[in-house]
C-alpha cells in the first residue's frame, strides 16, 4: 500500500500522491459536485414520482429498475423517466460545452448560444417544418446538421494565420444574426400551423421527448464527456492565452480545434434532442464557477449545474404553472436572477465575480 | 546546469507579405544574459519570437542544441526554453499560486499531474522571486511589480535552461522595472540560466547585460560587450538620435545621455 500524503496548500488545494499517480484536490470543488449530483437526483427521483397520476417514490425506483405493476412501469418508463433523463443529459451537455467555449476563447459571452450554433440548428429545424422536409429528415437530424454546418462556418470564416477566441466570437456573433433573420423569415412567410410548431420547437421543450431522442444523446456523450473532462487539462495552459500556452508546450491550434469539435458535438446532439433551451450554456458554466470559487468554469460542475438547471427548470414548467409551459420558458426567468445574484454578492465581496 | 546552444542562421521572419527579418545570423552566447534593443518596428521583438517558436521562420532556422526548433516536439522544447511573452493576462481570480503551478504543465502528464518535484519547484520560484507571501492572492489585485514577478515566478517554475523575456520592464515605474531587473540577474547569477530580453532602456541594457544585441531595420548593427556596442555612433545609427555616452557613475557601464533638438545649453558641432 503505497503512501498517502495530503498536504494543505494556501491556493485551498490538497496534493495526493500514489506513486506513480499525483494529482490536486480542491475540495470545495468536490463538495459543490456532489451537491449538484445529490441535487439533480432528487430533482429527477420527484420529477418520476409525481404528476397526475401520482406514484410513490419507492414505487418509482422501482419502476426504473423494472419492477412494478404494468401501469406504473408504462408511465414511469416510458413517459416520465425518458423526459427527465433527456432533460438532465441536454442539460449536462450545455452546461459542459459552455464551460468548453468560455474557457477556449477566455470569455464569458462565448457560449454556443451567443456564437450561432444553436440558431444554426434553429434555421435548419424551421426551413424544415416550412419547407415540409421533415417527412424525409428528422427534426434531430436537421437540427444536428444546422449546428454542423454553422460551426463550420464560424470556424473557417474566423481562420486567419490560426483562430483566435476574440475572432471566434465576433464571427460566430454576426452568423448569429444572419441565422436568426433567416429563421425569422421562414416564420414568416410559413403557414400559420408551420410557424406554431417552428416557435414550439424554438423555445426549447422536453414535453413528449421519448427513447428515441435520449439514446443518440447519451450515446454521444458517453464519448464527448471523458474527452471533454480529459481535455480539460489541456485548456489550464490556453486560459493564459496563446503565447504563454505555446511557450509552456501546448500545442494551441491542435487543441483549440478539438476543443471545438467537442464542445459542437455536445451542444448539435443536445440542441437536436430538447431544442435551444435558453441561457442554459451561458449560464450553467458561470453559475458553477462561483459555487465552486474558481478563476474558470470547472467542466464537471458546469455539466451537473447545467443538468440541475434544466431538470429543475422542467419540473417547475410542468407542475408550477395552470397550464404547461415549455422548459426555455422556464430557464430564462429562473436562471438569470440566479446569475445575477451571483455577480453582485461577488461584486460587494470585492472579488470582482 | 548544463550550457544550451542557441543560435539561429540566414534567418527570414515575416508576418504575410511584409518582411520584417531578412538573412539574420545570431548566437546566443550560453549562460550569460542578452539584451537586444533597438528602435521601434526594428524586428526585436519578431526576432525573439522566432527563437522562442512563436513565429516560424520563412527561411533559415533556429536551433537548440544543433536541431531546428521546428523538429523538436513543443513540450519538450518546453521544458528546455521558456518564453514570457509582452504583456501577458491572467483570468480574473487566478491566484498566483495558480498561476505559478501551470508553468509546470511542460512536465505533467495525465497520471502525474502534481509530483513532488512540481511542488517543490513551484515553491522555489515563488521564494526566488520573493512572493511566497502573496500566493493565495489573485494576479489581477496585484500591482505591477508584484504581477510581473509572478509571471516570472511562473516562467522560472518552468525550470528551463534558457529563457526568453519580452519587454519585462514594460508599464513598470523606475523602482519596480530595476527591480526585476536585479531578480533576472539573480536568475542567472545564482542558477545559470542562459537570459535574452527584449530592452526598451539603453542604460539598464548596459547594466544588466552581457551581451547586447542592437537591431536596426530587421539587421543587426553591432552586437558584444555593452561598452563596445553602445558608443554614440552607434545609437546614432540604430535609433537616429544624437547622443554623448559617458560613464555610469554607479555601475561602470555606458550611460547614454539623449540630445533632442531643445534643451541642449552646450553647443554641439554639426
Known amino acids: 500500500m503505497a503512501a498517502k500524503t495530503l498536504t494543505p496548500k494556501p491556493g485551498a488545494h490538497f496534493r495526493i500522491a500514489l506513486p506513480p499517480l499525483s494529482g490536486r484536490l480542491r475540495p470545495r470543488l468536490i463538495t459543490v459536485c456532489a451537491a449538484l449530483a445529490a441535487a439533480t437526483f432528487l430533482v429527477v427521483a420527484w420529477a418520476v414520482s409525481m404528476g397526475d397520476f401520482p406514484i410513490t417514490f419507492t414505487e418509482a425506483l422501482r419502476a426504473v429498475v423494472g419492477v412494478g405493476d404494468p401501469g406504473t412501469l408504462l408511465i414511469v418508463q416510458e413517459l416520465r423517466l425518458p423526459r427527465a433523463v433527456v432533460g438532465l443529459l441536454v442539460g449536462f451537455a450545455f452546461g459542459l460545452s459552455g464551460a468548453i467555449f468560455q474557457t477556449m476563447t477566455r470569455n464569458a459571452l462565448a457560449s454556443p448560444d451567443m456564437i450561432g450554433f444553436t440558431q444554426g440548428a434553429g434555421t435548419a429545424v424551421v426551413a424544415g417544418i416550412v419547407f415540409g422536409w421533415t417527412s424525409t429528415l428528422s427534426t434531430q437530424a436537421l437540427g444536428l446538421l444546422g449546428t454542423f454546418v454553422m460551426a463550420a462556418l464560424v470556424y473557417v470564416l474566423a481562420w486567419r494565420r490560426g483562430t483566435t477566441g476574440y475572432r471566434i466570437i465576433l464571427v460566430g456573433i454576426g452568423l448569429q444574426w444572419m441565422a436568426t433573420s433567416a429563421t425569422d423569415y421562414l416564420v414568416a412567410r410559413g403557414m400559420q400551423f408551420q410557424a406554431h410548431a417552428a416557435l414550439g420547437w424554438l423555445t426549447g421543450n422536453l414535453n413528449g421527448r421519448d427513447w428515441s431522442q435520449a439514446l443518440p444523446l447519451a450515446l454521444t456523450m458517453a464519448v464527448l464527456v471523458p474527452a471533454a473532462l480529459a481535455l480539460g487539462r489541456l485548456t489550464r495552459t490556453l486560459q493564459l492565452g496563446d503565447d504563454v500556452a505555446v511557450g509552456l508546450g501546448t500545442r494551441v491550434q491542435v487543441v483549440r480545434l478539438a476543443l471545438l469539435v467537442t464542445g459542437v458535438g455536445l451542444v448539435a446532439f443536445g440542441t437536436a434532442a430538447g431544442g435551444p433551451i435558453a441561457f442554459v450554456a451561458l449560464a450553467a458554466p458561470q453559475i458553477a464557477q462561483r459555487l465552486a470559487g474558481t478563476a474558470w468554469p470547472p467542466p464537471l460542475a458546469a455539466g451537473l449545474t447545467g443538468a440541475l438547471f434544466v431538470t429543475g427548470s422542467d419540473l417547475a414548467a410542468a407542475r408550477l404553472f395552470p397550464m404547461e409551459l415549455p422548459v426555455g420558458i422556464v430557464t430564462g426567468v429562473l436562471g438569470a436572477p440566479i446569475l445575477l445574484w451571483l455577480l453582485i454578492r461577488a461584486n460587494r465581496a470585492g472579488s470582482g465575480g | ?270
Open chain 2, 1 to 270: 546546469m548544463m550550457t544550451p546552444e542557441l543560435q539561429a542562421g540566414g534567418l527570414q521572419l515575416a508576418y504575410d507579405q511584409r518582411v520584417v527579418v531578412d538573412d539574420l545570423d545570431v548566437k546566443v552566447p550560453p549562460g550569460r544574459i542578452t539584451a537586444i534593443v533597438g528602435a521601434n518596428a526594428c524586428g526585436k521583438s519578431t526576432l525573439l519570437r522566432a527563437l522562442a517558436r512563436l513565429l516560424a521562420p520563412r527561411r533559415g532556422a533556429v536551433e537548440l542544441d544543433g536541431r531546428a526548433l521546428h523538429s523538436i516536439p513543443t513540450r519538450e522544447l518546453a521544458r528546455r526554453l521558456g518564453i514570457l511573452p509582452q504583456g501577458p493576462t491572467a483570468p480574473e481570480g487566478l491566484t498566483v499560486l495558480d498561476l505559478v503551478t501551470r508553468g509546470r504543465s511542460p512536465h505533467q502528464t495525465w497520471w502525474r499531474q502534481w509530483s513532488q518535484a512540481d511542488e517543490s519547484a513551484v515553491h522555489g520560484a515563488l521564494a526566488a522571486t520573493g512572493i511566497t507571501d502573496l500566493a493565495g492572492r489573485a494576479v489581477d489585485e496585484l500591482s505591477g511589480g508584484q504581477r510581473q514577478r509572478a509571471w516570472i515566478a511562473m516562467a522560472v517554475a518552468q525550470g528551463t535552461p534558457v529563457l526568453l523575456l519580452d519587454e519585462p520592464t514594460t508599464y513598470l515605474d523606475l523602482a519596480h522595472q530595476i527591480d526585476v531587473l536585479d531578480l533576472i540577474h539573480d536568475l542567472n547569477r545564482n542558477e545559470g540560466r542562459t537570459i535574452v530580453m527584449v530592452l526598451h532602456d539603453l542604460n539598464q541594457a548596459c547594466r544588466y547585460a552581457d551581451h547586447v544585441i542592437a537591431m536596426k531595420g530587421g539587421r543587426i548593427v553591432a552586437e558584444g560587450d555593452p561598452a563596445d556596442v553602445i558608443t554614440a555612433e552607434n545609437v546614432a545609427e540604430v535609433f537616429d538620435l544624437r547622443c554623448q555616452v559617458t560613464t555610469d557613475p554607479v555601475s561602470g557601464t555606458p550611460l547614454v545621455i539623449p540630445m533632442g533638438r531643445h534643451h541642449t545649453s552646450q553647443r554641439q558641432p554639426r
